[in-house]
């Protein structure tokens, strides 16, 4: 039987968080501060008259400098920094079809429509 090793945990993400804060600028912290809110890049940079890839670069900047793995990460940080406030617990009831692609029934027929 092979064992395969395993790396050595990760220290949480919010550790330390707070004094890592600091060392954001004013548009890296509004840039958290939307993409923790949900906001795409795309709607990011619309939001501070910027481009996508300059969103890209904060979220990168923001990733490095706060010691985050991903997007999700940096959202999970900011609710508990207080950056933004956590949505509030529970779903929000979906929409009927929202999010889904409408349905057509299948012909049994396969080639262009």
């Known amino acids: 039987m092979t064992t395969i090793p395993f790396p050595a945990p990760r220290p949480p993400v919010v550790e330390g968080a707070a004094s890592r804060l600091e060392l954001l600028s004013p548009r ?61 617990t529970g779903a929000p009831p979906r929409l009927p079809g929202a999010g889904r692609r409408a349905h057509r029934p299948c012909t049994g027929v396969r080639g262009r429509r």
Request: zero cysteines; hydrophobic letters at 55%; aromatic letters at 2%.
């Open 28 to 88: 890296e912290r509004e840039v958290l501060a939307l993409v923790a809110e949900g906001s795409s890049n795309a709607e990011v940079a619309a939001a501070l008259v910027i481009s996508v890839p300059t969103v890209k670069s904060h979220l990168a900047q923001l990733l490095r400098k706060l010691r985050a793995r991903d997007r999700v990460a940096l959202v999970v940080l900011a609710w508990r920094e207080g950056v933004v406030a956590a949505p509030p």
